[in-house]
């Protein structure tokens, strides 16, 4: 796969590759025709058995139509990523080129490699402090690093784990973890440097948009201190990059028990008080929902109501990934998929018309 990044054109062409798929299980986001699901990489065992799995399972996920495929660097020690770079070399032996694909990965845990090591603070030591990447003193939390040094090392080690010369999307991952220790101001001028890095990184052909893929930073009341304004981080992108700056996307969970993107007036943008989802459609960001059907959690035992709103689709896992992905201005439900079972029958999701905006907007009939 020698193309670089994901274009307009070649993701056009691999939606086209699907006539007999729902036209409206693909939508439009940042001048790229993506699919409304996507495959996720977090869950799973460190083993040989686990990684097999999840390289047949990614290639079964394009092959169904499917082409945003979301990793991180530390999602079981640096392996997931490695079997995505196995998974499109197969992709590429059976025709599909790299630029139809979207590929995102995190950085700013600590990514053990391959397995948990024996003393991590060796493991820092040697791989980190030696090679004057970080400091002990750079770690937030215990495992969190957002230094420029830093995450230049893992948007460096993901290319290199997944056998690509660029990304589609970097995410800062879970920046709200860094608010445990460091004041809102301090935050933002990190953030400042972080984004510096990763615009420089654009400039130099290795990644083509950033964002950051959080837990609770979009969740939360205005008032709580790791909430996240998308206002203000998109501002700070302008700073730096202009107008055509990288900051596109966003990750943040979505699913039923856990609504607050779409539900929770919580973001001020332009004067008005809006929800995450509707903030992020106003000033140009992408919305990718991860945890769609929480893990699992949410397939099965969902309440009828919720079925029949849906669509009475065969299986609790269809009406959970129905549901995210039915979501107004959400672009893809991400879904942990490891095995091509479980591929098969997500992506049955792609010849079914999504929830219809009234169906979908009674269910939260007097939220707030």
């Given at each position: 796969?020698?193309?670089k990044?994901?274009t307009?054109?070649?993701?056009?062409?691999?939606?086209?590759?699907?006539?007999e798929?729902?036209?409206d299980?693909?939508r439009k986001?940042?001048n790229?025709?993506?699919?409304?699901?996507?495959i996720?990489?977090?869950?799973g065992?460190?083993?040989?058995?686990?990684?097999?799995?999840?390289?047949?399972?990614i290639?079964?996920?394009?092959?169904?139509?499917?082409?945003?495929?979301?990793?991180?660097a530390?999602?079981?020690?640096?392996?997931s990523?490695?079997?995505?770079?196995?998974?499109?070399k197969?992709?590429?032996?059976?025709?599909f080129?790299?630029?139809?694909?979207?590929?995102?990965?995190k950085?700013?845990?600590l990514?053990?490699?391959?397995?948990p090591?024996r003393?991590?603070?060796?493991?820092?030591?040697?791989?980190?402090?030696?090679?004057?990447?970080?400091?002990?003193?750079?770690?937030?939390?215990?495992?969190?690093?957002m230094?420029?040094?830093?995450?230049?090392?893992?948007?460096?080690?993901?290319?290199?784990?997944m056998?690509l010369?660029a990304?589609?999307?970097?995410?800062?991952?879970?920046?709200?973890?860094?608010?445990?220790e460091?004041?809102?101001y301090s935050?933002?001028?990190?953030?400042a440097?972080?984004?510096?890095?990763?615009?420089?990184?654009?400039?130099?052909?290795k990644?083509?948009?950033?964002g950051?893929?959080?837990?609770?930073g979009?969740?939360?009341?205005?008032?709580?201190?790791?909430?996240?304004?998308?206002?203000?981080?998109?501002?700070?992108?302008?700073?730096?990059?202009?107008?055509?700056?990288?900051?596109?996307?966003?990750?943040?969970?979505?699913?039923?028990?856990?609504p607050?993107g779409?539900?929770?007036?919580?973001?001020?943008?332009a004067g008005?008080?809006?929800?995450?989802?509707?903030?992020?459609?106003?000033?140009?960001?992408?919305?990718?929902?991860?945890?769609?059907?929480?893990?699992?959690?949410?397939?099965?035992g969902?309440?009828?109501?919720?079925?029949e709103?849906?669509?009475?689709?065969?299986?609790?896992?269809?009406?959970?990934?129905?549901?995210?992905?039915?979501a107004?201005?959400l672009?893809?439900?991400?879904?942990?998929?490891?095995?091509?079972?479980?591929v098969?029958?997500?992506?049955?999701?792609?010849?079914?018309?999504?929830?219809a905006?009234?169906?979908?907007?009674?269910?939260?009939?007097?939220a707030?």
């Open positions: 796969m020698t193309e990044m994901a307009g054109e070649a993701t056009e062409k691999f939606r086209n590759r699907f006539p798929i729902r036209e299980f693909y986001a940042q790229l025709t993506i699919s409304s699901v996507g996720g990489t977090y869950l065992n460190h083993d040989a058995q686990t990684d097999e799995s999840y390289v047949n399972a290639v079964r996920y394009v092959e169904l139509g499917g082409n945003v495929i979301d990793t991180a530390n999602y079981r020690f640096q392996r990523e490695r079997n995505i770079g196995k998974a499109l197969i992709l590429a032996e059976k025709g080129s790299r630029d139809e694909i979207l590929i995102c990965t950085g700013g845990y990514p053990f490699d391959n397995e090591p003393n991590v603070q060796a493991y820092f030591e040697e791989n980190f402090i030696a090679k004057g990447i970080a400091k002990f003193e750079d770690i937030i939390g215990g495992s969190h690093i230094t420029p040094k830093y995450l230049q090392s893992q948007l460096d080690q993901s290319l290199e784990n056998r010369s990304l589609d999307v970097f995410y800062i991952h879970n920046p709200e973890s860094q608010l445990s460091v004041d809102k935050f933002e001028a990190k953030l440097k972080a984004f510096e890095l990763l615009e420089r990184n654009r400039a130099e052909g990644l083509q948009f950033y950051v893929a959080t837990w609770n979009f969740r939360l009341s205005p008032q709580d201190q790791t909430f996240h304004s998308l206002e203000r981080m998109v501002n700070i992108a302008q700073k730096i990059g202009g107008g055509g700056h990288g900051f596109r996307f966003i990750q943040l969970p979505f699913n039923m028990v856990m607050e779409l539900v929770f007036l919580n973001q001020q943008c008005k008080l809006l929800s995450t989802f509707a903030a992020a459609k106003e000033l140009g960001v992408t919305v990718m929902a991860s945890a769609s059907i929480l893990q699992g959690r949410l397939a099965k969902l309440p009828e109501n919720i079925r709103k849906m669509g009475n689709l065969p299986t609790d896992a269809l009406t959970a990934v129905q549901f995210t992905r039915s107004e201005n672009t893809t439900a991400l879904i942990g998929m490891s095995k091509t079972y479980h098969e029958e997500n992506m049955a999701i792609s010849n079914v018309k999504p929830a905006a009234e169906d979908f907007k009674s269910l939260f009939a007097g707030k």
